[in-house]
């Protein structure tokens, strides 16, 4: 199969870190869009109190946040621009360290449908590696017009039910609306370098 060259960069890059949380992975939240284009809508912001806002300047199009009570509890949001890969293509990609790592991964589906207009991708997985540690990861793909919006909560040690589900309540709200096209319009103030 083949994928973009900006896909094939964060492959590599979560290929490279898989063993910092395997599937610590990465995870971050709303990213300001440029103006006059899509925009990923997550309404969540991590408080201050509870995460802690990590920058990464060679991804200027990521934001990531460690929990302040569990530094390999990560949630991340991150756009790929110009990545011309499906929804699918993605969920494979994203797949690859864990079933390479783990003793035993399982990958589930929770929704694939559209949102706004636009393939949406939200899928749970799970690994056990072999001294027994495990890590759950909820992850959310958008397939937006100009890029591709990516939404990944880590659990070390498994997730609890009731995080889990308010976690997923979230991933299931969010959405992608574009400035330019009035069928995927955004909401009054969100946009243009609004989110």
């Not at 490279?16 to 899509?38: G, N």
């Not at 390479?100 to 949102?115: G, H, L, N, P, Y």
Request: charged letters at 30%; a neutral charge; hydrophobic letters at 40%.
């Amino acid at each position: 199969m083949r994928f973009s060259p900006f896909f094939a960069r964060i492959r590599f890059t979560r290929t490279a870190t898989a063993s910092i949380a395997l599937l610590a992975m990465l995870v971050a939240a709303p990213v300001p869009s440029r103006a006059d284009e899509e925009t990923f809508v997550l309404l969540y912001e991590p408080p201050a109190e509870e995460w802690e806002l990590v920058h990464d300047p060679n991804r200027p199009d990521a934001r990531l946040w460690k929990s302040r009570k569990n530094e390999k509890e990560h949630f991340r949001i991150e756009v790929l621009r110009g990545a011309a890969d499906s929804v699918a293509q993605i969920r494979m990609a994203l797949d690859e360290p864990g079933k390479a790592s783990c003793a035993r991964f399982d990958t589930t589906t929770i929704r694939e449908s559209s949102v706004n207009g636009y393939p949406r991708l939200v899928w749970r997985t799970d690994c056990e590696r072999d001294d027994g540690t495990r890590t759950t990861l909820l992850q959310l793909v958008i397939r937006g017009r100009d890029a591709i919006h990516l939404a990944i909560k880590s659990w070390p040690g498994g997730a609890a039910g009731e995080d889990f589900e308010s976690w997923l309540g979230r991933f299931q709200r969010a959405f992608v609306c574009d400035t330019r096209r009035p069928a995927q319009a955004c909401p009054p103030g969100v946009g243009a370098g609004d989110a």
